[in-house]
T-cell receptor, first 108, second 114 residues
Framework: GQNIDQPTEMTATEGAIVQINCTYQ??????LFWYQQHAGEAPTFLSY????GLEEKGRFSSFLSRSKGYSYLLLKELQMKDSASYLC?????????FGAGTTVTVRA | DAGVTQSPTHLIKTRGQQVTLRCSPK?????VSWYQQALGQGPQFIFQ???????QRGNFPDRFSGHQFPNYSSELNVNALLLGDSALYLC?????????????FGPGTRLLVL
């Protein structure tokens, strides 16, 4: 089976840093994705990790530890437009299994 | 470069009816996956089509079926609709060679079953 856990909600101030954790227990693993989803819109791709370590893309970074079944997404220099749901997803064979998402609210 | 497109954007049906949703993949992609997303939840994998065949399927009943055409576009059919089928239906496309390829999502079809 697939079990992917992430916090339900997080709140942070504009300009701050927020870290969204994701733990997973899955029957297989080909990689871990992070997607951003604004309310009423489609998920958009943020990052992908297949090997252990940190991947940095501008204000967003993602980390993976396969031995611990753990990943995090780091959002730096938060902006109001970063208010959205952040989805952690594990790919196994050709199937993406998603967590329930973490709603991040950025306050002025 | 056109992204993933879906139609219709919204749909209202009644219990017991049948519905067909459509998806055109991003240019250069040959693989289409369908997901169901209930309010406040992450997307749930329904199935994936590659080379006009269902390659992998999630835990959805046989009422959910699909098809992929030679131009790689795809349809999702749901028969005997239930109230619980009300959700956002997302289509995602990718290049099918490797399982770790990034999937790109369309805007979705919001289905309401009354």
């Amino acid at each position: 089976g697939q079990n992917i856990d992430q916090p339900t909600e997080m709140t942070a101030t504009e300009g701050a840093i927020v870290q969204i954790n994701c733990t997973y227990q899955t029957s297989g693993f080909n990689g871990l994705f992070w997607y951003q989803q604004h309310a009423g819109e489609a998920p958009t791709f943020l990052s992908y990790n297949v090997l252990d370590g940190l991947e940095e893309k501008g204000r967003f970074s993602s980390f993976l530890s396969r031995s611990k079944g753990y990943s995090y997404l780091l959002l730096k220099e938060l902006q109001m437009k970063d208010s959205a749901s952040y989805l952690c997803a594990v790919t196994n064979d050709y199937k993406l299994s998603f967590g329930a998402g973490t709603t991040v609210t950025v306050r002025a | 470069d056109a992204g993933v497109t879906q139609s219709p954007t919204h749909l209202i049906k009644t219990r017991g009816q049948q519905v067909t949703l459509r998806c055109s993949p991003k240019s250069g992609h040959d693989t289409v996956s369908w997901y169901q997303q209930a309010l406040g939840q992450g997307p749930q994998f329904i199935f994936q089509y590659y080379e006009e065949e269902e390659r992998q399927r999630g835990n959805f009943p046989d009422r959910f079926s699909g098809h992929q055409f030679p131009n790689y576009s795809s349809e999702l059919n749901v028969n005997a609709l239930l109230l619980g089928d009300s959700a956002l239906y997302l289509c995602a496309s990718t290049s099918g060679a490797r399982p770790q390829e990034t999937q790109y999502f369309g805007p979705g079809t919001r289905l309401l079953v009354l």
